[in-house]
């Protein structure tokens, strides 16, 4: 079994996991930030080029009839969505990867739909106990 046996073994698994698990934390709130950032800058130009084609904003940027400026619009925080619907679509993202994932290593593999999940999930999350090992 590829597990640690020893006591030194075990204490040092828990201080690399406590470790390994904080950088991942971190990565994965660094990584959030990036696409909610990205998209908010999507949402915004997007919004811009609506606001051009219909003829309500100038090239200089001002809207016409009106003294108001899109500077309100520039600031990409305005139109940063919320953490939560970004982490149920990424979540709804990674279900239907091992989902599908699952089907291909069934037919690949043979292997139940339930056992292909199961795969699916311990790889996804890279914990991989090596209970199931794809064929190469």
Known sequence: AACPRTAEGK?????YGLIGCSCGILFFNLFLERIITLLAFIMRSRHERKLRAAGAIAEG?????S????EDHESLEAWKPSVYWVMFYLSLASILVAFLGALMYMEIEDWEYSDSLYFCFISFATIGFGD???AQ
């Open 61 to 65: 940027g001002s809207r016409r009839g």
């Open 67 to 70: 003294q108001d400026s899109l």
């Open 11 to 15: 204490i040092f698994c828990i201080f």
């Open 132 to 134: 199931f090992v794809s």
